[in-house]
């Protein structure tokens, strides 16, 4: 023997007298010993000193049982002093001992994806929940409403409102809202000594371990929660006042709680029947003045309310908006990552709603972490919300009671049917009578999708049921439709018909209620989810009505008169649908039917990017793409860029840029995109980089327009650097309020010079250009290659110094048609530009011109020049497009630029919208 209880044991024997010492040695051999062996009366006799006595009775009665034999025989002995002191001892170490078992047991611990030796920190890990005390006949709350008195694990064992404390508490929560973990944050706090310091033993018992029990006393119950030492029960249970009784997963158990008075337990010690021990426990008969603490899933709720004398119990409601992002950065412990993770989530309102559910949370950061190993990003993510969802389900059924599976599959089918009823009624509350008439009165399963509520009706109380939240109810109604009959079942005239057109064309013409469950109805085609479906939950589902959701999103109007527009996908919904099914032969056949996208004043997050750019792969017939006042979302958070970055850094810039992904969905191989504007969608100078390279590498895309007055100069210098690229074929490029000044017109002038493509710039309401900026265009502009045909400069703040320029270059220039100076001010300057046009070899054919402004010597010219060349279309040229009142309330830009100066002075009617052209069916001018 060696330690503390040793040297107490030693210390007791040496105090005694000679005559007392041979007395403890004479009892010693008629101890009745188990699992062990006495010590001969011959080894006895040579034994004379203490220490040498106790070394004997450790390797002999091992060393928790030699303590126990010497408290016995000195009370035999009339020694009580010395018993109660090594008994004392014996606590004090079991305790200790019992305090480090809980720590080893409750600190840490292993999930469902952890690496072999990989356990978890519950201090890392866990992240406040929404916890909400009720009365008894308040219960099944949405998961997050919180409009109950909530409380903490801090608060959970205290004094409730009226200043009670109540001596039974029962938690309440669904499956995978956190009991168990708010039972290991309780149990790690009280050996850190931050919570229940009124304990002196808080002892956890998980019911599932119990439920093959048979008679079991309460000394039975706490010594499974230390097995590995012998355990002073009297001296514990003798201050029951100070013991915490933990019951996690009391459902499992599935006892009856009704048994008369007179059969239950008075004595800790004295084995029953499991269900009459625990009985005794909850009805007080034994050890009443313990506290209770059971963890439980609602379907034995009402049963333990009928118990038990409390008013209350609290339930988890799961987590909060703040504790949603908490638990994500608490995951990943990597703020970079988890700051992606989560905001990829937020931007999917399915998941990020479904996230209040702890372990959707979870499946959730697993299904991302693993997508973030494997591609560094998660716009290309290749799971759908579909496919998290059954994971979800996949996990609830792998953590349910019951294991009858085909019982389990007909409770399904009959849920199915439930929830796409209540769907189609606008119903979330079931009244008793509906469960019945389904079937699906089976609290064991029923408790892990539905929540029961106690309502008053009248003088009645009843219960109605909910799913455990809305979107699990539209994923079951969708699955409705899906779900293969099995052998067997018998048809009901009162079941709704599996008729997916139906759904499909209500979602259309009337029900946008019904656009989570038609979407969940796409991701459950996918191959994907039917083989989760069928090896996760066990169900089948037909691939049939692929068919049926390929026609219709073929043929479905696309609500515009516009011919241009018929072939264009104008709804982000179409994509998310797609993204859903995420299989790209299907999408392909969908795709086929359109070529372009029109997407007008969306707030476009970080999945509706992923469902975007997934499509856009698939997606070889793409002609065009228009986004007009949309936003982008960046995967990361964005860093504002050096300023006067060089030019050759806009490869590694684009890699910050939110417009990146999409840029690269354009370029994949294989694309046939011509067309591309962005207007008014806050583009920065990463942004320029993105297209830059896009410029660069994807020779069919021959028109780019920015309208956008975030762009700047160094935007238009990293444009540039694509612009001279030898892949880049562009021969149309505005850049209207753009802001760019003269500082960018170098970069922009070698461009122009090195293009043999370009045909039309249009830098129209780019203020800031001025004269200086002009003369630097027009030398690049003189370049031998130059093939510049249309050139628009309106609204850009011009005088007459730049005329002299524009003239030169007009007099090197045989191809120019077009040229728009319309809304300047170029006083004798004008005089000067309109001889010029006058020459025979100017080929001119369209001039902009704001004639309001010209002297009368220019107006004398003016008229000359129309007299010699009445060909000659001199008007006022302005296209103004001004963003939507959404856009301007987000986006930066001066209203003095877009609104053309001087426009209000000269009445120049309003802004009218204008649709460009394909650039193959546009005018020059």
Partial sequence: MAGEESTILLEALEGLTLEDFQEFKKKLPHTDIKGGWNIGRDELEKVTHPSSLISYMGDSYGEGAAMDIAISLFEEMNQRDLAEKILDEKVKEYKQKYTEHVAREFLQYKEANSCLGENLSVRDRYTNLTIARKSWDQHGDEPGDVSSDTVTTQTLLEPSKDGQVPPITVLVGASGMGKTMTIRKV????????????????????????????????????????????MPAGRILGNPEKILFIFDSFEALGLPLAQPKDELSTDPTEAKPLETTLLSLLRRTVLPESSVLIATRPAALQSLGQCLEGKHYVEILGFSPAAREEYFHRYFGNDSKADVAFRFTRGNEVLYSLCVIPVMSWTVCTVLERELYERNQLLACSKTTTQMIMFYLSWLMKHRVSNAWQNLQQFLHKLCSLAADGIWKHKVLFEEKEIEDQGLNQPQLLSLFLNEKGLEKGTDHVNVYSFSHLHLQELFAAMFYVLEDQDGMVSDSRILAKDVNMLLESYHTSRMDLNVTVRLLFGLVNPKSVEYAGEGIGCRISLQPQEDLLRWLQTRPRGTSHPREVMKIEDLDTFHLLFETNEKSFVQSVLGSFTGIALQDVKLTLYDQAALCFCIKQ??????????????????????????????????????????????????????????????????????????????????????????????????????????????????????????????CQDLAVALGTSTCLEELDLSFSAGLRDDGVKLLCEGLQHSGCQLRVCRLGSCSLTGACCQALVAWLGHSHGLKCLDLSDTELGAGATLLLQHLRHHSC?????????????????????????????????????????????????TFQRSVWAGRGAAVRGRKGLPSSRAAPPHSRSLC
């Fill in 843 to 891: 080929t001119l054919q369209t001039l902009g011109l704001s004639t309001s402004t010209l002297s009368k010597d220019a107006l004398q010219e003016l008229a000359a020049l129309r007299a010699l060349k009445p060909s000659l279309k001199i008007t006022d040229l302005l296209e103004h497009e001004a963003p939507e009142t959404g856009a301007m309330a987000r986006l």
């Fill in 187 to 230: 149990m790690m706090e009280w050996v850190e000594g931050t919570l229940c310091t009124q304990f002196d033993y808080v002892f956890c018992i998980d019911c599932k371990e119990l439920s093959f029990s048979k008679e079991v006393s309460m000394v039975d119950l706490i010594s499974k929660c230390c097995p590995q030492q012998r």
């Fill in 619 to 744: 997606w070889a017939g793409l002609l065009s793409v228009t986004l007009r006042s949309c936003s982008f979302h960046q995967q990361h958070h964005r860093q504002e860029p050096a300023k006067g970055l060089p030019r050759q850094s806009w490869r590694q810039e684009e890699l910050h840029s939110p417009l990146h992904p999409l840029c690269q969905a354009l370029g994949h191989p294989g694309s046939s995109l011509q067309s591309l504007r962005l207007q008014w969608c806050g583009l920065t100078e990463g942004d320029s980089g993105a297209l830059g390279m896009l410029l660069a590498t994807l020779p069919s895309l021959v028109h780019l327009e920015l309208g956008d007055g975030a762009l700047g100069d160094d935007g238009v210098r990293m444009l540039c650097a694509g612009l001279r690229q030898p892949g880049c074929q562009l021969r149309v490029l505005r850049l209207r309020y753009t802001h760019l000044t003269s500082a960018c």
